[in-house]
């Protein structure tokens, strides 16, 4: 009789603070990393999308023309 493999346990998430980003967008609604975890987008309620390299917390690229605030970014 076999016995069914036990789950993996879940990965825990970093619980100190690694870097901060002052990216001046008033309130920042969102904060999305891509799969690898080499870019980051935040979204703003100044209107706009910034990327950001946050292993030098520096911006890469700012996007505007939204006629709103940015809710929310996939990628």
């Known amino acids: ?3 069914p493999r036990p789950r993996p346990a879940r990965p ?5 603070r690694v870097q901060s ?6 309130a920042v609604r969102a904060a999305r ?9 935040t979204c703003g ?3 706009t999308l910034k990327l950001w390299n ?12 939204h ?3 940015v809710l929310d970014a996939a990628g």
């Open 1 to 3: 009789m076999a016995f």
């Open 12 to 16: 825990e998430l970093p619980r100190q």
């Open 21 to 26: 980003l002052q990216c001046g967008q008033g």
């Open 33 to 41: 990393f891509n799969a690898d975890g080499n870019y980051c987008l």
């Open 45 to 47: 309620s100044d209107k």
């Open 54 to 65: 946050p292993h030098k917390g520096t911006a890469l690229r700012t996007y505007q023309g």
């Open 67 to 69: 006629g709103y605030e």
